[in-house]
């Protein structure tokens, strides 16, 4: 009789398990695998320790563990840094990853990758774009990845020539050859309003999947085309394409900037009893939206009565939005308040509520807002927007009068729009929030 052996576990094993360790077993599963590890004397090899640390910076609650680690770690290596700064990157916490990053004595081009996607992916486009910029300067090549992350941050800011110039940098280094890239280029060059161009690209790819369709419905819905957009979804269904989630909200989306109700009103139907599809969040902002927009706030209100979450900010602001339109102070000051109760801190609210008081008369209740406001030191969010001139990207922020020209762009702005610093009306203004340099 022969007894089968049990194969000795050594440990190289343990970082292929650990891989696997976050998405299947969660935080504990890491933390029994390590416990295994440490029993089998496996903790002191540097692959073993690389691979728990990613493991746990993988669980944003557990990214004070995996810093313990990587403090700890024996040898550091380039993978390890990268590992420890996608981790605070995932947990959102930038400051700390801009930090480590800058630390880090030797950066390869997944080290680049890594806190460029993660200043994308948390919304810092600018800081992306300066740090793709300093990529280059350094001598390191973009790859895929590097590329993919550059496309989103262009087409959150407008930058149409920087996003042209990176697809030209794709098809001379052939990294357009799947869906992925084209619904990357597809996507900025609709965020740009370069509708042509997004046709174009979508119309030469080969293999569209459903993300290729949803982003040319978003882009066309994002800049008011709705009838190209539903003709985009009609072709799709003709591909036998099943559309998701994504596709309702671009079609509810495009329905409310072209004010076409009964067709928003018949997807948002559809959508339950064609798709199996349960409007979350998103598709109810978007159907408010286009209610409001109608002035249909009876319906409005009723889908927000009737809804299994609490409204978010998105939908009060879409209520909020359409009250504007039709000048209804009543359903405003009901979806301020709501918007309050949200986010407390945010004196934007506040300002808004306060000026509903004022134009409907109510000259106490405002001054109380006003009063609340300046006693728990609420902020405001500032305005931000980008230009783009020569391949450089200029940012400005409300009030901002940071910018080496701005004496220059005052006169411009006056001579063309009758704008002095004078004739500003700051009704009540608050302080913004601190933006970064």
């Given at each position: ?236 269904l003709q591909h036998d394409v099943t559309p998701d989630n ?172 009758g704008f002095s610093e004078e004739n500003i009306f700051l ?11």
């Amino acid at each position: 009789m022969v007894r089968n052996k049990r194969p000795k576990v050594t440990h190289f094993i343990y970082p292929h398990v650990l891989k696997s360790c976050p998405e299947v077993l969660g935080s504990d599963g890491t933390k029994m695998v390590h416990t295994q590890i440490v029993r089998t004397g496996y903790d002191e090899y540097p692959v073993v320790q690389t691979a728990l640390l990613d493991a746990y910076s993988r669980v944003s609650s557990d990214i004070g563990v995996a810093r313990l680690l990587f403090d700890e770690m024996s040898e550091r290596n380039v993978v390890s840094w990268t590992a420890m700064v996608s981790g605070y990157t995932r947990a959102g916490e930038m400051e700390n990853a801009v930090h480590l990053f800058e630390q880090m004595p030797d950066k390869d081009t997944p080290s680049w990758n890594s806190i460029i996607t993660g200043c994308t992916h948390n919304g810092m486009y600018s800081e992306a774009t300066r740090l793709l910029r300093r990529m280059i300067a350094n001598g390191m090549k973009p790859n895929h990845v590097t590329v993919l992350c550059s496309l989103s941050a262009f087409g959150h800011t407008g930058m149409l020539q920087l996003g042209k110039s990176t697809h030209g940098y794709i098809l001379r280094n052939q990294l357009g050859s799947n869906s992925r890239m084209a619904n990357g280029l597809v996507d900025m060059y609709g965020k740009c309003g370069s509708l042509k161009e997004a046709r174009k690209v979508f119309d030469e790819t080969p293999h569209r999947n459903l993300t290729s369709w949803n982003s040319m419905i978003n882009s066309f819905a994002l800049h008011g085309q709705s009838e190209s957009a539903i003709r985009i979804f009609e072709e799709m269904l003709q591909h036998d394409v099943t559309p998701d989630n994504v596709t309702f909200v671009g079609l509810l989306n495009a329905c409310a900037h072209g004010g076409l109700v009964e067709k928003g009103r018949a997807f948002f139907t559809s959508m339950v009893s064609d798709h199996g599809i349960e409007p979350d969040i998103h598709h109810i902002g978007c159907f408010i939206d286009l209610l409001g927009r109608a002035g249909q706030f009876e319906e409005a209100m009723e889908v927000i009565k009737t809804m299994k979450t609490p409204p978010d900010e998105a939908v009060w602001g879409s209520l909020l939005n359409g009250c504007k339109i039709y000048g209804r102070m009543d359903l405003a000051e009901i979806a301020v308040k709501k918007l309050i109760e949200i986010d407390p801190n945010n004196g934007g609210y506040g300002s808004m509520l306060a000026n509903i008081y004022g134009a409907i008369g109510e000259w106490d209740k405002a001054r109380r807002v006003w009063k609340t406001l300046k006693e728990q030191k609420a902020y405001k969010i500032p305005g931000c927007s980008w230009i783009e001139i020569d391949n450089q990207v200029h940012q400005f922020y409300s009030a901002d009068d940071s910018h080496f020209k701005v004496e220059d762009i005052h006169v411009i702005l006056e001579s063309i729009f009758g704008f002095s610093e004078e004739n500003i009306f700051l009704h009540h203004d608050l302080e913004p929030l601190p933006h970064r340099g």
